[in-house]
């Protein structure tokens, strides 16, 4: 692939009508291999720019590195869907786009007169996914959800803390990034059946369901079991500068023994194989720590794996982005933006064979009003003025 060779979708043009995490995150994939993606807002902006962490901790519609992260690529516009000139707007807009993305509660879309059965009309290969916590249908459909009440009806919260303690919640936000994949992977099949069929696609993505996927080992175990998993005692260790999750395999448990300076209990009957191990991790954790207690936790890393014996650290964030294995892939990548200069942002999901992965700054909000309503809809400044005026953009 030369410089010049277009991105594999750069000939789609997608309006990404949807906030928060899931659909912004769905459309900054498509962005990254070259789909042009136009981010429709409220006036206000979407929510998620509102959200913390923001750029030295100063709170600001262009400061959110949530928003600046899953934004990445985007053309931003305004307009107040809820009013009957955005809706026409938006409309007009849909006719020129090949996918249009949402996250509003089921229903609203239509109610606003913007439903896949309007906004495909006179454009019928347009992929339309909605992307919200329930799907459309469902006694749950029309509830709320945050990302740990997602984690809770999906059962991925359950197993996870100490026996005999309360489920505790993953850190960050999986469920809402897994469920903006699966509605980039949906796209990906409903843009296949459209250049076979000329014929466009409403795709239902539901964040539970997404996120129920993740749980199933605890499912099956369940169903084959007859009972649910039980949270386990932890199996992480302290190092002098960190924790470790040691996974001693029986064939490295006897040179492993002679590492630590205990040869003698590659004898003992209660680590005599992975499940006696298992049953007694409390015991072996005891002695590990005495052993951990003056080592480095990259160092017994590396220790282990050349003993072919699975173990990992546990990474802080600055671990993360100095990892010498991300850092090598080109993981990731400063970006530049008016507010917060170059700043390093986590890179592609995964790679495509000569297909670069494009990630430019986040807009500003309504930046691009004039160029793409002036482009798309022959909408002039003073026309652009006075749409403001009115409180549609």
Not at 131 to 144: R, S
Not at 215 to 239: C, K, M, W, Y
Not at 248 to 268: K, M, N, R, V, Y
Not at 358 to 365: C, K, Q, T
């Amino acid at each position: 692939m030369t410089p010049d060779s277009p991105l594999v979708l750069s000939d789609l043009t997608v309006l990404d009508a949807s906030q928060g995490i899931s659909g912004p995150f769905c459309a900054k994939l498509l962005a990254g291999f070259g789909a042009r993606v136009i981010k429709v807002e409220p006036p206000e902006g979407d929510y998620a720019r509102r959200m913390g962490p923001f750029y030295q901790d100063v709170p600001g519609d262009e400061r959110s590195g949530l928003f600046l992260y899953l934004n990445t690529s985007k053309e931003s516009v305004t307009l107040n869907l809820g009013t009957p000139g955005g809706a026409a707007l938006f409309r007009r807009l849909a006719q020129g786009a090949a996918i249009v993305i949402e996250s509003f509660a089921p229903g609203r879309m239509v109610e606003w007169g913007l439903g896949y059965d309007v906004l495909s009309t006179g454009n019928p290969g347009l992929i339309h996914a909605s992307v919200t916590p329930f799907g459309q249908t469902g006694p749950y459909a029309q509830y709320q959800a945050t990302e740990i009440i997602i984690q809770a009806l999906s059962a991925l919260q359950y197993p996870v803390g100490l026996p005999g303690r309360e489920p505790l919640k993953i850190g960050g936000s999986p469920c809402s990034m897994t469920a903006g994949v699966s509605a980039f992977s949906a796209i990906m099949i409903a843009l296949h059946f459209r250049d076979a069929t000329g014929e466009g696609q409403y795709i239902d993505i539901s964040a539970i369901e997404s996120a129920a996927i993740s749980q199933i080992h605890a499912s099956v175990h369940a169903q084959f079991g007859g009972e649910n998993p039980l949270r386990r005692d932890s199996q992480l260790s302290r190092t002098k500068d960190g924790w470790i999750n040691v996974g001693i395999q029986d064939s490295s448990w006897q040179q492993f023994c002679s590492l630590i300076g205990q040869p003698g209990l590659a004898e003992d009957d209660r680590f005599s194989d992975m499940a006696a191990r298992r049953k007694n991790t409390k015991s072996l954790v005891e002695i590990l720590d005495v052993w951990l207690a003056d080592q480095g936790k990259e160092a017994v890393y590396h220790q282990l794996q050349s003993m072919r014996s699975i173990a990992g650290p546990v990474l802080t964030v600055a671990d993360l982005v100095h990892s010498p294995q991300y850092q090598t892939r080109g993981y990731f990548r400063p970006v530049d933006h008016p507010t917060t200069g170059p700043i390093p942002y986590p890179g592609a999901p995964f790679t495509v064979a000569e297909q670069p992965w494009r990630m430019e700054r986040a807009p500003l909000l309504g930046e691009h009003n004039e160029p793409v309503f002036g482009e798309m809809l022959g909408l002039s400044k003073s026309d652009i003025a006075r749409l403001r005026e009115l409180g549609t953009v």
